[in-house]
């Protein structure tokens, strides 16, 4: 009673892809659009993304289930759907500490993803009117060492952000999402068959796909695992809380697969529309995040209808970073208004305002305090970074699968999954008891030693 | 298996051929990509004949008809005409008029009076395979126009 209750002042999710496209939004990022294909075309190619799709299998889609029928069961945020999953198999309430981490991950992501999703945001700007007089790193230099600039689109980005969240779960994400991430897959489509007909194709399909088993060592495989855990926003409270939305008719398996694999697709796609230009232009594919704002430009700079490729581009990554952003905005909010502290406006308005205010300190770590460090050797930014990414996510997704895995009592997870082939049951079962907490435990313990 | 999944399993088993000769060219690349793409234009050019021939086993007292028997015959002729365009070396407008004439014939077949009465799982599947031959052609021609890899640079 109390859940339906709770369900009623968040809203759900209409129709079953609305869910779909939201996780995808939330899974689709940044780091997928320049982390995955550079980590692809350098550690085996083909044999890469074979090993990357095997921990997929293992290690994110059974925590992105357990994260999903956790949220479901409660209907709730984060924070209380693990106190109410925990409670209902008589375990210590002291789990919902799992979803307050993810809740505090999210902000500290937030507030430097918006720094860097207001860079992109400016980058449509430049690459419509960049004539290529001033060279792409200069370019950089220029946005990256104004604290004012940087704050403005910072700030824009938040705002845009806020606004969506606080318009509530069907008005503004659920309507928010069923623009973008059409709008993400049509430019993502777009810049492929632009890539395919002016780019070096052909050496970026064997880049990315060709596979080189000389090129795998233990490091690939932890890449893999990494880039598996982290791609699909797991950990963070992101896909608990949507999946509180999802409506009871809708299967978890099959969802998660799809949003698995759009996730993949997406990456994929990516590669194959960044590297045929990158290739084309001799310029380097091992730059990460200065692969878009430096070499990318570079490129539009050279190419013909620049101006106009260039900007479809820096609005797909635009739009990839808002669709996981009120992901991570989304977890707070629900929890305080759920819990009656504030409206979901004024929840949206106040954990926003917190998270500009962090971000701030994210910009400044550009420009004048590139020499501050908060953690040592680690300026403002890494330092939200190094907590988030690297602590709070890895210990979130392995309490995750602990807890579902090890406490969580098992009609509870039959009453969510539903009608599912036992032996397919019996192997999640599997992934997520032993696997999954040991393959992150590993993620975690690699990034320290 | 009821007579709509007979068809669409055999219209996926014959669309494999398309998208396996669109791929193959930027995965090899040179002469086999070439190679490829030729072969690719001249199993469009039997299907499409082979399209052209079924309007002439359509029900002969539906409306329009004996317009339908010539639009047929125009349809056979476009497919051996692309193998003549193959001989001279034509293969981007043999491409082209792939791309027109597979799509073009899902749009003469869906006017046709008796379309109408098809069972809905064929007619999504109609329109599938023909979104899906059309890529495949359209795939190619990236290739053949692509200046990286077009085999006559």
């Known amino acids: 009673m109390e859940i339906q209750k709770q369900l009623k002042s968040h809203g759900a999710w209409i129709g079953k892809w609305t869910f779909i496209l939201a996780a995808t939004g939330s899974a689709v990022g940044l780091g997928n659009i320049w982390g995955f294909p550079y980590k692809a075309g350098t550690n085996g190619g083909g044999a890469f993304v074979l090993i990357y799709l095997g921990c997929i299998l293992i290690i994110g889609l059974p925590i992105m289930i357990s994260e999903i029928i956790i949220g479901r069961k409660a209907g709730n945020s984060p924070i209380n759907a693990m106190k109410n999953a925990a409670l209902e198999s008589k375990s210590s309430s002291a789990w919902q500490i799992v979803g307050w981490s993810g809740i505090f991950a999210g902000i500290l992501i937030l507030s430097f993803y918006s720094v860097i999703a207001g860079i992109c945001l400016n980058y449509i700007f430049i690459a419509a009117s960049s004539s290529g007089a001033v060279s792409s790193p200069d370019q950089f230099s220029s946005v990256i060492s104004s604290p004012v600039n940087l704050i403005f689109w910072h700030t824009l980005f938040i705002v845009m952000t806020a606004l969506i969240v606080s318009a509530g779960i069907k008005d503004g994400i659920g309507r928010m999402v069923k623009i973008l991430m059409p709008m993400l897959g049509f430019l993502m489509i777009f810049m492929v068959v632009y890539s395919m007909i002016n780019g070096d194709f052909t050496k970026a399909i064997s880049f990315l796909f060709a596979p080189d088993f000389s090129n795998v060592t233990s490091d690939t495989l932890l890449q893999a695992m990494g880039q598996a855990f982290f791609s699909l926003s797991l950990g963070m409270g992101s896909i608990m809380a949507y999946g509180a939305y999802m409506p009871k008719d809708q299967q978890v398996v099959s969802s998660s697969f799809t949003v698995a694999s759009l996730d993949t697709l997406i990456a994929m796609l990516a590669g194959l529309a960044i590297f045929p230009i990158i290739f084309a232009f001799n310029l380097e594919p091992n730059s990460g995040p200065g692969l878009v704002f430096v070499s990318m430009l570079s490129a539009f700079n050279q190419m013909q209808f620049g101006q106009f490729i260039g900007p479809l581009f820096f609005i797909l990554l635009s739009v990839a970073a808002l669709s996981s952003s009120i992901s991570l905005l989304e977890p707070g909010v629900a929890y305080l208004s759920e819990e009656g502290i504030l409206s979901r406006k004024r929840s949206a308005q106040i954990i926003s305002f917190f998270i500009w205010i962090l971000g701030i300190g994210s910009a400044l770590s550009f420009n004048v305090w590139s020499d501050v460090d908060i953690i040592p050797d680690k300026n403002f930014l890494d330092s939200m970074d190094f907590i988030a990414n690297q602590i709070l996510l890895p210990l979130g997704g392995m309490l995750i699968a602990i807890f579902v895995g090890w406490f969580m009592k098992e009609s509870l997870i039959r009453d969510e999954i539903g009608q599912t082939n036992n032996a397919l049951y019996l192997m999640w079962r599997f992934f997520v008891k032993f696997i999954a907490p040991l393959c992150v435990g590993y993620i975690f313990y690699r990034q320290f030693f | ?153």
């Open chain 2, 1 to 153: 298996m009821n007579i709509n999944t007979i068809k669409s399993t055999y219209g996926y088993l014959g669309f494999t051929p398309f998208a396996l000769l669109s791929i193959i060219p930027w995965i090899t690349g040179g002469h086999i990509g070439q190679t490829a793409i030729i072969f690719q234009i001249a199993y469009g050019s039997i299907i499409l004949t082979f399209l052209g021939g079924i309007s002439w086993g359509w029900r002969d007292d539906q409306p329009q008809q004996k317009k339908n028997l010539s639009i047929g015959i125009l349809y056979s002729l476009v497919g051996c005409s692309m193998l003549i365009l193959i001989y001279f070396n034509l293969i981007l407008l043999a491409l082209l008029i792939s791309v027109i004439s597979f799509q073009s014939f899902y749009y003469f077949e869906k006017s046709t009076h008796d379309f109408k009465y098809k069972h809905e799982d064929y007619k999504k599947f109609r329109r599938m395979l023909s979104l899906l031959v059309a890529i495949s052609f359209l795939i190619s021609m990236a290739y053949w126009i692509n200046p990286y890899s077009n085999p006559l640079n």
